[in-house]
C-alpha cells in the first residue's frame, strides 16, 4: 500500500538517472483498494499547518555566529581528504579512496563526472547525455551517506596553505534570487583538480556567441540549435542565403574534440538529415577552420587519415585565423566573413582563474 | 568505410533519441584499414572553399519580392489541412490523415506530443522524459518527407477566414539574435487545435517565480531546482530556516496535476531522498495548497482516497488562496507567509490570448 514495487531513480541536475515504467496515475487510480475513511476534507485541510517552520528548534545565536563551514578534525576523527573538483583527476582518486580510513569531502560545481571523449556524439543523438556522465555518488558512494563525507555544489575560491582551510561558494546558477553562500572547509590533505578552462585567446564574441564542448549542457544547447536550426531553415519564402547560414555548421579548432564533432555531424547529416529533413538537406554543411594543422598532435598517418575521412565525408577544411566573432558570422584574419548558424570552439584549454590565483608550484603551461 | 552500421537517431529539442552505443572516437581510431593517400594537408586545406554561399543561384528578387508563405494549393493540387498545434487533439487529428489525400502543414511552437498525464512522474525521475514526449514527424511521417506537407516550428497570430490564410510567426527562443519570421499560409482546411494556457489569475509573481508543469522543459526545470535545492541546503553552516525553505516544496492548486505532482514528490523524498540524500532528507517536505476541495471534479471516494494517501506520504495539504507570490515565499489571502524553495503552480488552464483573438464561436468558457 503506497508501495508498489517501483523504483524511483534520480541523479543528477542533466537528467541523468534510470527508466522504471510506472502506472497510469497510481496515486489516484486504485480502486481495488477502496478505503473506509470518511474523514471530512476540511477537517484534513485545516489540520494541516506550517509548524515546521517554526524557529523553535534553532541552534542558539552564539553558534550561527561562529563562522560557517567544516572546521579541523579532532585528532581521534578520521583524516579529512578535501578534492576540489569531479573530472578524471578527481574521481579517480575518489574512487580509489577507502571511506573507512578518511573522511572524502567533495567541492566542484558539478556533480558528475563527463566522459568527455564520447561527449561529441551525445550532440547529435548517438548517445545519450545520461550515457556520458557519472553521478560523484556512484563513483565514491560514501559522499551521500557517510556523516562526515560530503559533496558541496560550489566553487572554491581561496587556498589558505597556512590555516589548511579552502574557501567555497554554492553554485546557484539558475536560481539567481539566491545569493551564494559562502563557508570554509578545514583540510588534512588537499587535492587539487579544479580542471582547466577553454581558451578563447581574447577573440571578441567568442564566449557570446560560440559553444564550446567541455560539459553536458554545452552539448544539450549545441543539439537545440542543431534542430532549431534545421526546423527554422524549413519555413516558407526564407531567402537562400538565410536558409544556408542557418544551416552552416562551423567548427573552430581542429583537436580531437573539433575533429571527432565534426565527423558526429557529418554522420548525422549523411544520416538523419538525409532521411528525416528532406526538404532542407541540400542546405546543411560543416566547416572546420584550423590555424595550423588538424590533429597536430597525432602521428602523421592519423591525420592523413583524419583528413581524408573528413573531406569524403563532405567537412569543409579551412586554414585560417579567426579575429572576429558576430552573431550570425566570424572574420577571419585574411577579412573572409564566415556566415554561421552554429558555432562550436574547441580551441583547447588553459588555466582557469582559480588555479591561476593559486601561490603554488605548478606544472609548465600555468597548469 | 564511414558506415560501421551504428544507427543515430536524434528525434527533438528535449534530448528524445534513441541509444545507440558507439565505438570510442569512431571517426579517429581505424587504424587496420589505414590510408595510403599522402595528400599533403595544406593542398586539402586550402582547396576548401565557402563556394556555398555564392548568391549565383539565389531565385530573382521579383520572385523574392512576393510574400512569403504557401500560396493557395491549385485546383489538381491535393487539398492543404493545416493544424495549428501539436497537441492530444491535433495529433490524433493528423495521426488519422491520409497523406495520399491530404498535404498537412502542422504549425506549432513545439516539435513534438506530450503524454501530459505522465509529465509529473519525469520530474522526479520516475520516468524519463523522451518516454513523455512524441516527435510529430513519428506521429504523421509525411509531414518530414512528403513534398506538399511540412512542419513548421511557429506561432499562429492571426486566422484570416475571408482569404482562407494563417498568418505565422516562428518561435526563436534561444536564438535571440534572429528576428522572427513572418509567413502566410492558405488552407483548405483549418485544424485550430492550439491549446490552451496556464490560469495565474493575475495573481502577481506567479510567472516569475511558480513553474508550470504542462511542458517538458517544465519537468526538466522542477528537477533541476529540486536536485539543486537538495544540494545547496547541504552546505555546512547553513541556518536550519533556510534549510528547511530551500527543501520546502510548494504546490498549488490540488487538481489532478497538483495532486499527482504531490504524489511523486512524496514518493521520491520517502524513497530517494532517504536513501541518497541522508543528510538533509528530514528537512524536506511537501505542502499542497487548494482553495476549496482537492481533486473536486472527481468521485467523493476518490476522493477521499487520494486525500488519506496524500496525508499518509508526509504531504500537508493547506486549504487557502494565494494573494501573492515572491522569490522565497508566498502570501495567502489570511495573511501568513509560506516560505517555499521549489514552487510548482497547477490551478488549471484558461483560453490563450490567441484563441481569445478569435472572432469565431466558442466553447463555453471562452476556448
Same mark, same amino acid.
Given at each position: 500500500n503506497g508501495n508498489d514495487g517501483i523504483s524511483i531513480a534520480i541523479d543528477d541536475l542533466f537528467g541523468l538517472h534510470l527508466l522504471f515504467p510506472t502506472c497510469f496515475h497510481r496515486n489516484l487510480i486504485k480502486l481495488s483498494t477502496p478505503t473506509k475513511s470518511e474523514t471530512p476534507i476540511t477537517k484534513n485541510l485545516l489540520q494541516a499547518s506550517l509548524s515546521h517552520f517554526s524557529t523553535a528548534n534553532q541552534p542558539p545565536a552564539s553558534a550561527q555566529a561562529q563562522p560557517p563551514g567544516l572546521g579541523p578534525t579532532k585528532p581521534h576523527d578520521k583524516p579529512r581528504v578535501v578534492v576540489l573538483g569531479s573530472g578524471w583527476a578527481g574521481c579517480r582518486l575518489m574512487k580509489g579512496l577507502d571511506p573507512k580510513l578518511y573522511d572524502i569531502v567533495c567541492v566542484s560545481p558539478r556533480n558528475h563526472m563527463v566522459f568527455t571523449p564520447l561527449l561529441a556524439s551525445t550532440c547529435v543523438g548517438t548517445l545519450e547525455f545520461r550515457s556520458v556522465a557519472e553521478p560523484i555518488a556512484r563513483i565514491q558512494p560514501s559522499i551521500s551517506s557517510a556523516p562526515g563525507s560530503y559533496f558541496f555544489l560550489a566553487n572554491s575560491t581561496v587556498v589558505d596553505t597556512e590555516n589548511h582551510e579552502v574557501h567555497c561558494e554554492t553554485v546557484t546558477d539558475g536560481t539567481d534570487t539566491l545569493d551564494p553562500w559562502k563557508f570554509k572547509i578545514s583540510y588534512d590533505k588537499l587535492v587539487i583538480a579544479s580542471g582547466a578552462q577553454a581558451s578563447t585567446f581574447g577573440i571578441h564574441g567568442v564566449k557570446e556567441h560560440a559553444i564550446f564542448l567541455r560539459e553536458v549542457h554545452h552539448a544539450q544547447e549545441i543539439r537545440r540549435k542543431l534542430l532549431l536550426n534545421l526546423m527554422l531553415s524549413d519555413v516558407p519564402g526564407l531567402p537562400e542565403e538565410e536558409k544556408r547560414r542557418l544551416l552552416h555548421c562551423v567548427v573552430v579548432g581542429g583537436g580531437p574534440t573539433g575533429v @571527432?564533432?565534426?565527423? +558526429? &555531424?557529418?554522420?548525422? =547529416?549523411?544520416?538523419?538529415?538525409? @532521411?528525416?529533413?528532406?526538404?532542407?538537406?541540400?542546405? =546543411?554543411?560543416?566547416? &572546420? =577552420? @584550423?590555424?595550423? +594543422?588538424? &590533429?597536430?598532435?597525432f602521428d602523421d598517418r592519423l591525420r592523413h587519415y583524419a583528413i581524408k575521412h573528413l573531406t569524403k565525408s563532405g567537412v569543409r577544411l579551412v586554414r585560417g585565423i579567426v579575429k572576429d566573432v558576430k552573431p550570425e558570422n566570424l572574420v577571419l584574419t585574411d577579412g573572409s566573413k564566415v556566415p554561421y548558424g552554429l558555432l562550436v570552439w574547441s580551441t583547447g584549454v588553459g588555466p582557469s582563474p582559480f588555479v591561476n590565483s593559486l601561490g603554488l608550484p605548478k606544472s609548465p603551461g600555468g597548469r
Open positions: @571527432e564533432f565534426s565527423g +558526429e &555531424l557529418s554522420d548525422f =547529416i549523411r544520416r538523419d538529415v538525409h @532521411e528525416r529533413y528532406t526538404h532542407v538537406k541540400d542546405y =546543411i554543411h560543416v566547416t &572546420l =577552420i @584550423e590555424a595550423n +594543422e588538424i &590533429l597536430s598532435s
